[in-house]
């Protein structure tokens, strides 16, 4: 089994406006190889404010050998960007005999 390749972005002060306030991007940290994409449900959004919301999940299941944080992070699945939620944790290594050990849970909500 082969996963796909991913980007990591963090949200890092660029520098400062012309009223002296930070300026936030998003920067890439880079290319993430072999992580499986298991798609996840693509709600509509309840309530009138959102009637044409849809949100769109995906978990992750990431690779061993990266073990970056990925609190507060965007990751590029498919051209998409999605926000990661939460703080995802690896499972222990002696309950994960593969080549991955974390689940992340992604979203993008549009509309």
């Known amino acids: 089994m082969k996963g796909e390749t991913v980007t990591v972005t963090?949200?890092?002060?660029?520098?400062?406006?012309a009223l002296n306030?930070?300026?936030?991007e998003w920067v890439p940290e880079g290319d993430v190889e072999n992580v499986l994409v298991a798609p996840g449900s693509t709600d509509n959004l309840a309530g009138s404010i959102?009637?044409?919301g849809v949100e769109v999940v995906f978990t992750l299941y990431w690779?061993?050998?990266?073990t970056r944080a990925l609190k507060n992070k965007r990751v590029t699945v498919r051209g998409e960007a999605?926000?990661?939620?939460?703080d995802p944790k690896p499972y222990?290594?002696?309950?994960?005999?593969?080549e991955w050990d974390r689940p992340v849970?992604?979203?993008?909500?549009?509309?």
């Open 10 to 17: 963090s949200r890092q002060k660029v520098g400062v406006n």
């Open 21 to 24: 306030s930070p300026v936030y």
């Open 50 to 52: 959102r009637a044409d």
């Open 63 to 66: 690779p061993k050998v990266d």
């Open 82 to 86: 999605f926000e990661v939620v939460g």
């Open 92 to 98: 222990p290594n002696n309950l994960t005999p593969g």
């Open 105 to 111: 849970e992604v979203k993008a909500v549009s509309g």
